[in-house]
């Protein structure tokens, strides 16, 4: 019998981390360190700076009293892949008066471990989601501050209560909110975007929930969206993101925020992701199976 054929070899290619996994996974492995220690240190020095920085105009009250108001009532959310906690706080937000301030609380200590994310962080990229939101001037992330909880360092992120009721106006405003919201996940990796993800609330907002699986360093992303693949951005959501690309002052205090947060790979890996959307405001296309998230229905 004859050898069999030889395959032709690919062409070597420069590696971008944000692009190619084989470079960033070995990073990630690298990042994840000793683990809740490198955790609370990370935690502790995002908190020192305060839970208004970086906060949307008008988010800073509800961002304080996340981070410091005490709590009056806790109560599980089961069901969930990791361990959330619905607070009731002794705080009332001069928007909602007379009603308790509410938030969802993910504790460090309830993560699961996954194979592909570095241990103890999903909360810290909760909250750098939010980050990334506010610094777009979206509105789409409910504001997520750093808490020190009852079951130590996670995050607390302001309960939203869903609207009941829609017409068909109110489709059409929040179909035109979804692709910001896809724009919004394109920036920050987002690898889990389900239908449940994503509510309208009692103002007729699209709101983007649970954000953790998000800010890896190498193309992760998973959307309910994915049929916007291909799609050129809105003209407003494009100019959003034109205007942080193009302002080096208020980008480079975004990743210093964020360098609260998250790895020097994955902060990088977000600024190129910033570069090549304001540069090309086309929605990427992803694969038809590996671009849904689990349970995307």
């Not at 996994?21 to 220690?37: H, N």
């Amino acid at each position: 019998m004859g050898a069999a054929p030889r395959r032709p070899r690919r062409p070597t290619k420069r590696l971008r981390p944000h692009l190619d996994p084989g470079a960033a996974r070995l990073i990630i492995d690298d990042v994840s360190g000793p683990g809740a220690a490198r955790a609370r240190h990370r935690f502790e020095a995002a908190f020192a700076a305060g839970p208004a920085d970086g906060a949307a105009p008008g988010d800073e009250e509800a961002m304080t009293a996340l981070a410091t108001a005490a709590v009056r009532r806790i109560g599980e959310i089961p069901y969930g892949s990791n361990a959330v906690f619905l607070l009731e706080l002794e705080a009332e937000l001069a928007a909602v008066p007379g009603e308790p301030l509410r938030a969802i609380y993910k504790p460090m200590r309830g993560e699961r471990a996954l194979w592909d994310f570095p241990r103890n962080t999903l909360f810290l990229r909760e909250a750098a989601a939010y980050l990334v939101d506010a610094g777009l001037g979206m509105g789409h992330v409910p504001p997520t501050a750093l808490r020190d909880g009852p079951f130590g360092p996670g995050s607390a992120q302001l309960f939203v209560h869903a609207s009941e009721q829609s017409d068909d106006a109110d489709r059409s405003g929040l179909e035109s909110e979804l692709w910001d919201v896809a724009a919004l996940d394109v920036l920050i990796n987002n690898a889990d975007r389900k239908r449940s993800h994503l509510m309208a609330d009692r103002e007729g907002r699209v709101r983007a929930i649970d954000n953790a699986l998000t800010f890896l360093p190498y193309p992760r992303q998973r959307t309910a969206l994915i049929s916007l693949g291909g799609e050129r951005l809105p003209k407003v959501t494009a100019a959003r993101v034109q205007a942080l690309a193009g302002d080096p002052e208020r980008l480079a205090a975004l990743r210093e925020r964020l360098a609260r947060l998250l790895s020097v790979v994955e902060i990088d890996a977000f600024g190129h992701r910033v570069e090549e959307l304001a540069a090309d405001p086309t929605y990427p296309l992803l694969d038809d199976w590996e671009g849904r998230p689990f349970e995307w229905w």
